[in-house]
């Protein structure tokens, strides 16, 4: 009776164990909730609905329904775990001769990775299982790289590490950048140039081999604002941890399984409150500041609202203002931002009316890199057009430039005044004399002011200056325009406010222009 009774347990549990497997099989997230004891064996696993979502789209990649796939959620949510650890023990279940090549912003979190991923694979449960198939090799055992008999391999090492002679069948960055480095210019671009310059090309097919970003947003100029500006088809599944309305993903247009969307419907509303509660998540938001909320929590490469300049100052003509007083400011980028290895900012120039309602109309303006003989032309051109009382100019561009200008002016018989702008306020404390005139409704710009970028591109340059610069200071890449805009503060440009004239046709401000 007791042989019978230990008889039918052994084939129950066989029975489970081959129904287990199936369940896997078809699914990632079936797959992480039966192996999370061997990773994590004495932490209980909380489910929550992005992990079913995350697992769906990691689904479609490797079905090959989705080349491109970038994956923006907040720390401490999994995302490692599932995309770095659990996703390629769960297509080797499936394809044992798949390869990975993985790379983080640093060694040890590649290696701690690959590690895990081991562990699964060498585990009792993986090997009762699929032992038959993924045996890993005797010949490859190393820590960031281990194959199996299938010729599967899993390779993964910081990204500054050398790739030459690397390639896999899936590419994956997970944390490309380190969130405490990202204020450094040369660092963050680094990244993007490893990405380009090396990692780009480490895959074996390149019209079908897929990649993956994963990471939070760290600044609005990482390696996703780096990818989503290039295009190349990439789907972004961005996952906030207050839900946001304005940034959503669309899963049945996505991967065609509109039932892993967001079910939030609430703004505001917590992503994973049986982990981050409300108290949890405001203590973070405390320590993040806005910035890093923004970015880290929320996905944006800013405050929704704005940081220092909000949003809700913005205020937009309808139609030009009339009989104002009209100067021309030019910053020819004669400024380098520190460790840049030269770069320059862009050329910023910029037509300011001075209305006799007391406001500042921004009426033409150019952000774009233009060359000394293209400033020297522009500003011939608007200074005939545009009729300035005075036109200002950043002293140390100004130097480099005059001698030039001086020489036009007398080909052409056209001579004007220019005022040399400089002073010793750090360009960040100059812009910040700014905040009272948005703040009081003092700057108005133009609903749209298309122009033609170096690139022959037609862009919309207050879009551009809104999003890049002005919401995201003082952590932008760039503040070129911003700065310009910010001499109408400066004593030297003796603005002179004219007599009250006909009313301008404005509209009141919106938040029509989004991240």
């Known amino acids: ?21 199936k369940r896997c099989e078809n699914s990632l997230a079936e797959f992480v909730r039966s192996a999370w004891h061997v990773v994590e064996p004495s932490t209980t696993l909380v489910w929550n609905w992005h992990l079913d979502t995350l697992c769906g789209y990691l689904e479609a990649v490797y079905e090959g329904r989705v080349k491109k796939l970038i994956i923006n959620i ?60 993924v045996i890993l090799s005797k010949e490859q055992a190393e820590k960031t790289l281990f194959t199996n008999t299938a010729r599967g391999h899993r390779e993964s090492q910081g990204i500054f590490g050398k790739v030459t002679g690397k390639r896999g069948d899936m590419l994956i960055f997970d944390d490309p950048h380190d969130a405490k480095q990202t204020e450094s210019d040369v660092t963050r671009q680094a990244v993007l140039d490893a990405y380009d310059n090396a990692w780009s090309s480490r895959r074996n097919d390149l019209a079908h081999s897929p990649i993956i970003l994963v990471m939070q947003r760290v600044h609005n100029q990482d390696l996703v604002a780096h990818m989503i500006k290039k295009g190349q088809g990439w789907i972004r599944l961005a996952i906030p941890m207050r839900y ?8 049945g247009a996505d991967i065609g399984r509109p039932e892993l969307n967001d079910p939030r419907k609430k703004e505001g509303e917590l992503l994973f409150p049986a982990k981050f509660p409300e108290s949890a998540v405001k203590d973070l938001e405390i320590d993040l500041g ?136 750090r360009k960040e404390d100059r812009i910040r004399r700014l905040v009272p005139l948005f703040h009081h409704g003092k700057i108005w710009l133009p609903e749209a002011l298309h122009k033609t970028d170096t690139n022959g591109q037609m862009v919309n340059i207050i879009s551009q200056f809104v999003e890049e610069e002005y919401l995201p200071f003082p952590v932008a890449r760039f503040d070129d325009f911003f700065d310009m805009l910010s001499r109408i503060c400066d004593e030297e440009m003796d603005m002179a406010q004219p007599e009250v004239r006909q009313p301008m046709n404005v509209r009141a401000p919106t938040d029509h222009m989004r991240i």
């Open 244 to 251: 946001d309305p304005a940034l959503t993903f669309d899963a």
């Open 74 to 133: 907040p720390p401490g949510t999994m995302k490692s775990l599932v995309v770095s650890v659990f996703f390629e023990a769960w297509i080797w279940t499936k394809d044992p001769g798949y390869r990975f090549l993985c790379g983080s912003n640093e060694g040890t979190l590649a290696t701690r990775d690959s590690l895990r991923m081991r562990q699964i694979i060498e585990s009792d449960w993986y090997q009762e299982r699929w032992g038959s198939k």
């Open 290 to 425: 806005p910035y890093g909320t923004a970015s880290q929590l929320q996905q944006r490469p800013s405050p929704k609202g704005g940081g220092e300049f909000k949003r809700s100052w913005l205020n937009y003509y309808l139609k030009k203002p009339l009989n104002g007083n009209r100067y021309i400011i030019v910053d020819p980028a004669g400024e380098r931002k520190p460790g840049q290895k030269g770069k320059r900012d862009n050329t910023a120039m910029g037509v300011i009316e001075f209305c006799g309602d007391g406001n500042y109309y921004l009426i033409d303006g150019v952000r774009a890199k233009l060359n000394l003989v293209e400033r020297t032309t522009l500003l011939f051109q608007w200074h005939r057009t545009y009729k300035p009382l005075g036109v200002g100019y950043e002293q140390y561009g100004m130097q480099a430039d005059i001698a030039h200008i001086k020489e036009k002016m007398e080909e052409q018989s056209y001579r004007f005044r220019i005022t040399e702008l400089g002073g010793s306020l």
């Open 1 to 21: 009776m007791i042989m019978a009774t230990n008889t039918s347990a052994v084939i129950l549990s066989t029975i489970s164990a081959v129904e287990e497997k």
